[in-house]
């Protein structure tokens, strides 16, 4: 493998007296040091590290760890104090204005963690920014932005206005924008952070799948360690400016570099705290009232499963229905499906804990339903999902 | 208090005009170049029959309300035009009109570069500001002295000076608009390699558009609200008529005069914010 972004002793150091800063910061002062003696804060220190060519790598800390100097310092949004930023081994800390604009153009995109469109585009001509900018020909530049509308599953939305969309949708387009550019570094700042769990976790699914065929090489980053481990190749956590530790996902599991990293990690094991709702998915449902059994029949064949969860008009939990008899249905010529409704199904509350239900989920071939107080279905829990959950692998909600 | 003497700046400033005056070319250029623009819009004013104006005017606001259909509006410019059309007002509305419009469109073309200039730079910014301020609040009067000494007298000394006390709030109004745009639209511009004019012109000003209408609205106010004082010193008008009614102590006829710039002022008012609208659904 090749290293395709490297950063070399990056530092970024915010405020007045950056050079006496930079002296206290050799000596090996603090950041609380440097604060109070100089009034500079330090946003990024002695930052080292390689991104490989193809590569998820996410960039993971909390809150004031420098991760969003550290991205911006990548592309120089944030101009760096100090160090170097290498692609493919050209320096960019030291490009000109113009040859500056060139990279931003050609090697890189970003993603926004509030999706940055603009309101006053179409979502085509969002897309389409980035070659637009460049100067390429307006039927080229829609032709390519409808392809990346297409590739993130936004077909037929081009005329529409970012504010008429789902956050979700939002952020695809963001994606889109990006994916437009062709450019083959994506910087992705927290891209996932404000969607709600269940499409972050479809977007980070869809990201891992969209790589499969693009093989970007990606800055990820993440304050969500649930998302750094399932989607990162690797893992780089930040604290204070610094870099605390690099590594596989199993090796930040197994071999923490020190207390910190440990205590991050500890909230992995999940088992204690995770609740239904953490660990459930979007389930295939019917309506009773108004779908029949050739709607069920067509919702399994589209997904690929053998029964379907069904609900009435006011979104209560009903039951099941399996493929089978759907089919009889369907051969008896019946249109309702209430006759071959299973309600034995069983049900549990969005804010049990896993670890009381685990048993019953392992042993039952059906998955549960998870039924708010309204007896309303909000989702199912397969029994994947919580051993992925278990180990780390799954996204929860954790703000 | 007594010991310390009187300071002189009544014969400074008069000293710094009459050096100004001085610079006879240039300020015969500026009169030249506004005196054009006033003739080429009462040109236009004077060709088109009264009839083919209102329709204009009528259409125009049905055509950008088509949406939400004022009919009062539209029935107010009707009434509102016959009537200064029946006061025998109708040229010297037009000519109201073209002082109005030719200092708002002066007012445009320096402002809103003024403003992406304070937008950009804080220094600039920092300079411009208390200079705005005095603009705006020293009383209006005082522009038509100086007006006259470089302009003479007529309809060029009122736009300046109605320029001077209109434009600031479109120059505050576009830095306000361009600073108002939310940061991670200018990261975003950035990061995909925008040079400084592709952001100002793909993102900055057409997001600043809205608030920076309505700073054009508002200079627009104002300098309708010169156009009596801008009478004093020969601009023509609905103006003049007021200024003649306060000479001949004849307050039907001011009213019936003030009432026509009224009339003018809500017409100008509510096209301008129509044309302000926007057109992207809002969420």
């Not at chain 1, 440990?262 to 449902?285: C, G, Q, Y």
């Not at chain 2, 083919?52 to 949406?67: A, S």
Request: no cysteine; charged share 20%; net charge neutral.
């Amino acid at each position: 493998m090749t290293a395709k972004l490297q950063v070399q002793h990056l530092t970024k150091i915010f405020g007045r007296r950056i050079p006496k800063a930079q002296e206290l910061l050799k000596a090996g002062k603090s950041k609380a040091d440097i604060l109070k003696s100089v009034g500079a804060t330090v946003g990024v220190t002695d930052a080292n590290f390689e991104v490989n060519d193809g590569e998820i790598f996410v960039i993971m800390g909390l809150s004031g760890s420098g991760k969003s100097t550290m991205i911006r310092m990548i592309n120089r949004l944030i101009e760096p104090t100090s160090g170097h930023v290498l692609i493919d081994g050209q320096d960019l800390t030291s490009l000109g204005k113009k040859q500056l604009l060139e990279v931003r153009r050609k090697k890189m995109s970003m993603v926004f963690q509030n999706f940055a469109l603009f309101p006053n585009r179409t979502i085509i001509d969002n897309t389409a920014y980035g070659l637009e900018i460049q100067g390429v020909d307006r039927d080229t530049r829609l032709s390519k932005a409808h392809d990346a509308l297409e590739l993130v599953g936004l077909d037929g939305y081009d005329d529409q206005y970012p504010t008429q969309l789902s956050g979700g949708m939002q952020q695809r387009v963001g994606l889109a924008r990006a994916l437009a550019n062709d450019s083959q570094i994506l910087l992705m700042d927290e891209a996932f952070s404000a969607l709600d769990p269940l499409n972050r976790k479809d977007m980070q699914n869809e990201l891992l799948d969209l790589q499969e065929n693009l093989h970007k090489t990606i800055v990820f980053i993440s304050h969500d360690l649930n998302e750094a481990l399932r989607i990162g190749d690797r893992i780089m956590i930040m604290r204070d400016g610094q870099v605390v530790q690099t590594g596989t996902p199993e090796e930040i599991l197994t071999q923490p570099a020190n207390e910190y990293v440990e205590r991050f990690i500890e909230d992995v094991d999940r088992t204690k705290v995770l609740t239904a709702s953490n660990v459930m998915i979007r389930p295939n449902i019917v309506n009773i009232d108004k779908d029949g059994p050739r709607i069920a029949m067509r919702r399994m064949l589209e997904n690929e499963i053998s029964s379907v969860y069904v609900v009435n008009n006011k979104r209560e939990f009903v039951g099941t229905v399996d493929a089978s008899h759907a089919m009889d249905l369907i051969k008896q010529k019946i249109t309702k499906l209430d006759s071959v409704v299973q309600k034995n199904v069983p049900t549990t509350g969005p804010d049990t804990p896993i670890t009381t239900i685990m048993e019953q989920i392992s042993q039952t071939p059906i998955p549960y339903a998870v039924v708010d107080d309204q007896k309303h279905l909000l989702g199912i829990i397969i029994r994947g999902a919580v051993l992925g959950a278990i180990s780390g692998n799954e996204v929860s909600e954790d703000e | 208090m007594n010991n310390f003497p009187q300071l002189p700046v009544s014969s400074w400033i008069d000293k710094f005009v009459d050096w100004l005056a001085g610079f006879e070319g240039f300020f015969n250029a500026i009169t030249n170049f506004v005196g054009g623009i006033i003739n080429g819009f009462q040109w236009v004013f004077d060709l088109l029959p009264i009839w083919l104006f209102m329709v204009i005017v009528v259409g125009g606001t049905y055509w950008l309300n088509r949406k939400t259909k004022h009919w009062g509006l539209i029935s107010f410019e009707i009434v509102g035009l016959l009537y200064i059309w029946n006061q025998g007002f109708w040229r010297d509305m037009t000519q109201t009109l073209t002082l109005v419009l030719t200092s708002s469109l002066i007012a445009l073309i320096i402002g809103v570069p003024l403003g992406i200039w304070m937008a950009k730079s804080k220094i600039f910014e920092a300079i411009n500001k208390p200079i705005l301020d005095f603009m705006q609040t020293m009383p209006a009067f005082v522009y038509l002295i100086p007006a006259v000494a470089f302009f003479g007298i007529g309809m060029v000394p009122g736009v300046i000076a109605s320029v001077i006390f209109a434009m600031p709030p479109t120059v505050r109004m576009t830095n306000l608009g361009i600073r108002q745009v939310p940061a991670d639209l200018i990261e975003a511009a950035d990061s995909y390699g925008s040079t400084g004019w592709q952001k100002l012109f793909k993102v900055q000003l057409p997001l600043a558009k809205s608030t920076l209408m309505a700073g054009v609205n508002q200079s627009m106010m104002l300098s309708l609200s010169m156009v009596v004082i801008a009478s004093m010193i020969g601009a023509m008008g609905l103006g003049n008529k007021v200024y003649f009614a306060v000479g001949r102590n004849d307050a039907g006829g001011g009213f019936a005069a003030g009432l026509a710039i009224v009339i003018l002022a809500i017409i100008l008012d509510r096209i301008t914010q129509a044309i302000n609208r926007s057109r992207i659904p809002k969420s």
